[in-house]
Each structure stands twice: as structure tokens, then as C-alpha cells.
């Protein structure tokens, strides 16, 4: 049997309401595993309770702390399970495949959108398929086990806040798929013959703006003391307002020359960005050092450009840690 550390973070899965009746993680990780038996015919599993976090509350510091645990626990299991909130749980997934690299054990993240203990929960047959895909012959990678889909890390995105059926692979084929409980693989894991490489270090100052028409451009200056990187989320395909006289191209090209990261994306959900196609985007794109996020997702976005920034402070460092795909998280 192979040996799994089922590790607990918090979240819907773990949750009972509490006196004022809203829900707040309260399950222990073997509370949890006591709900599903069969999970005991599948693996040999160790608990570790991590946190106890909805992961509203979990960000770059429990991203840290959860890879260094799988760092420390690495050659003792086949493989991992992270119980996770579903809210942040993409920003976990692709924080993961960039702070784990060449990794050869598969590490897969579940939760539910109701809690273990309802009636009609999500969370027994979600952590049943966790449990089925890591322990399979064709388990790889960093990936998100949700309602039936077994989806990159990279690419995986939380696109509805109540039904089963929570999240998405973004402009990516899933990697597999449960259909009446068998496991149908359709991604193959990459040849990679590098030793894993586990990072522990990630730079937090990136800030999201997503463009309304009319912005006013003083956002940049206001937003330079406090960010390393910014990624502006742009209309369509991607660009900016006001031609090559306007402000906010101006206040970009201050941005970009005081050393800081700026990443063009789409506030579109589907195909990416691409500034070569207007001229509101190619003012953009002709900028010094600008980057694009392309079909990237947004959680991918601002967890590599933490995790570049992380590396090296130089821009012109980060900027190409940045632009190098990762795990299929850009298409070439
Ligand atoms: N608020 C919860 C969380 O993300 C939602 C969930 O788990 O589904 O922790």
C-alpha cells in the first residue's frame, strides 16, 4: 500500500457552525478521516494538522510553512494530500508548483463546499477521488481533486462560490477525470529528469489593479511605496487607456523604470491577454522590461511573480524567472 501524509489546513471540509451559527473550522483531520473508512482499504495515511485556517485567512506565509512540510516529509510518503478551503485553494495550488519544482510526487489539494457532517456534502466523495488519483499509476504533479476533475495547479481557478461543480481547469485540458468512479487519465506526466527543488522564499508586495474605465492614473504613484510588481488587468485582449500621450502610459513607464515588475493581463476568464493585436496594447507591449500574462491564470500570475521576486530583487532576474512556463502554466 503506498503511504500518504494526509495533511489538514482548515476550511468548509473541517467546518461545524458555530454558536452564532456561522461555520469556522472546528473537525480534526481524523475526525474528517473517520467519515470516510474506505480510505483506509486505499492507503497507509499520517495525519498532520497544519492549521485550522478558512483559508480566507492563508496566504504567503502558510504557503511557505506548507511546502517546508512537505519538504521535511518528502522521501517518507508516495504522495500528499492537502485538505484546503476551496476560497483560496488555487492560489494555494499554483503557489505550490512554483515553490515545489520537478517535483515526483503527486500533491493534491481537496476540500468541499459543504461541510463533511451535511447530508448532501461534497466532502466524502472529494476526498475519496483525492485519495483514488494520488495513490493511481498515473498521479503526477501539483493538482486540485474537486467534483470529479483532477486539474493542474496552475490552472485550476474557483469560478462558482456555491455549487459542486467549484472550479475550472483555465484554457488547459483537465489532467483526468472520474466518470462513475474510475479514474480516466488524459495527461501524461512531463520527462523531467532534474532533482526536485523545493524554494522557501516569496516576495508578497504584488499588487492586482484592475482598470475601470476613466482611472485615474495617480494609483501608480500611490501604490510605489508599498509594491515590488503590479499586474494590470486590462479589457479584452489587453492594453491601456489614452494613447501614447496619455497619463497612464506615463505613470507605467515611471513604474517599470523605478525597478519594479508590471504584468499586462486580461480581466477576461478565457484565452489570455495578447498586446500585439491594437494599439492600445502595443504602447503597452513596446515598454521596457513589461511582461505579459498571456493564458496564464490570476492566481498563477501573482504567485510567480511573489515567487520570482522571492529569488532576486533585480527586475531583469525576476522578469525572466517569471517569463519561463512552469508546469504548463503558459502555453509556449
Ligand atoms: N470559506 C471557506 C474556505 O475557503 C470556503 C470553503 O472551504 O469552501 O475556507
Same mark, same amino acid.
Given at each position: 500500500m503506498k503511504k500518504i501524509l494526509l495533511i489538514a489546513t482548515g476550511g468548509t471540509i473541517a467546518c461545524r457552525p458555530s454558536e452564532n451559527g456561522a461555520l469556522a473550522p472546528a473537525l480534526s483531520v481524523k475526525e474528517i478521516l473517520e467519515c470516510v473508512p474506505e480510505l483506509s482499504g486505499l492507503a497507509d495515511i499520517d495525519k498532520f494538522q497544519l492549521f485550522d485556517l478558512d483559508s480566507t485567512n492563508i496566504g504567503p506565509s502558510e504557503w511557505t510553512a @506548507?511546502?517546508?512540510?512537505?519538504?521535511?516529509?518528502?522521501?517518507?510518503y508516495d504522495g500528499?494530500?492537502?485538505?484546503?478551503?476551496?476560497?483560496?485553494?488555487?492560489?494555494?495550488?499554483a503557489a505550490l508548483c512554483y515553490l515545489i519544482q520537478h517535483n515526483k510526487k503527486p500533491i493534491v489539494l481537496?476540500?468541499?463546499?459543504?461541510?463533511?457532517?451535511?447530508?448532501?456534502?461534497?466532502?466524502?466523495?472529494?476526498?475519496?477521488?483525492?485519495? @483514488?488519483?494520488?495513490?493511481?499509476e498515473y498521479a503526477f504533479g501539483i493538482?486540485?481533486?474537486?467534483?470529479?476533475?483532477?486539474?493542474?495547479?496552475?490552472?485550476s481557478r474557483k469560478v462558482r462560490s456555491k455549487s459542486f461543480n467549484a472550479f475550472s481547469s483555465i484554457d488547459y485540458p483537465e489532467t483526468a477525470v472520474f466518470r462513475d468512479g474510475k479514474l480516466i487519465s488524459f495527461l501524461p506526466a512531463p520527462k523531467d529528469d532534474s532533482p526536485v527543488r523545493f524554494y522557501d522564499?516569496?516576495?508578497?508586495?504584488?499588487?492586482?489593479?484592475?482598470?475601470?474605465?476613466?482611472?485615474?492614473?495617480?494609483?501608480?504613484?500611490?501604490?510605489?511605496?508599498?509594491?515590488?510588481?503590479?499586474?494590470?488587468?486590462?479589457?479584452?485582449?489587453?492594453?491601456?487607456?489614452?494613447?501614447?500621450?496619455?497619463? @497612464?502610459?506615463?505613470?507605467?513607464?515611471?513604474?517599470?523604470?523605478?525597478?519594479?515588475?508590471?504584468?499586462?493581463?486580461?480581466?477576461v476568464q478565457h484565452e489570455g491577454?495578447?498586446?500585439?493585436?491594437?494599439?492600445?496594447?502595443?504602447?503597452?507591449?513596446?515598454?521596457?522590461?513589461?511582461?505579459?500574462?498571456?493564458?496564464?491564470?490570476?492566481?498563477?500570475?501573482?504567485?510567480?511573480?511573489?515567487?520570482?521576486?522571492?529569488?532576486?530583487?533585480?527586475?531583469?532576474?525576476?522578469?525572466?524567472l517569471f517569463s519561463k512556463p512552469v508546469l504548463h502554466d503558459k502555453l509556449d
Open positions: @506548507l511546502a517546508s512540510v512537505i519538504r521535511d516529509n518528502y522521501d517518507g500528499f494530500v492537502i485538505l484546503h478551503g476551496t476560497d483560496t485553494m488555487a492560489y494555494t495550488a481537496t476540500g468541499s463546499q459543504k461541510s463533511i457532517y451535511n447530508r448532501d456534502t461534497d466532502a466524502r466523495n472529494n476526498l475519496l477521488s483525492a485519495f @483514488l488519483y494520488v495513490v493511481s493538482h486540485i481533486v474537486f467534483d470529479g476533475k483532477v486539474i493542474l495547479g496552475t490552472r522564499r516569496l516576495d508578497p508586495a504584488v499588487f492586482v489593479l484592475r482598470l475601470v474605465p476613466g482611472m485615474d492614473a495617480g494609483i501608480f504613484s500611490a501604490l510605489m511605496p508599498k509594491y515590488h510588481a503590479i499586474v494590470i488587468e486590462g479589457f479584452g485582449v489587453g492594453g491601456l487607456p489614452g494613447g501614447p500621450e496619455g497619463q @497612464l502610459l506615463s505613470a507605467v513607464q515611471s513604474w517599470l523604470s523605478s525597478g519594479r515588475l508590471a504584468v499586462f493581463s486580461t480581466q491577454s495578447d498586446l500585439s493585436i491594437y494599439e492600445v496594447g502595443r504602447i503597452a507591449r513596446d515598454l521596457p522590461g513589461v511582461l505579459e500574462a498571456r493564458d496564464m491564470t490570476p492566481e498563477a500570475v501573482v504567485t510567480k511573480l511573489m515567487w520570482a521576486l522571492g529569488q532576486s530583487s533585480d527586475p531583469r532576474t525576476a522578469g525572466k
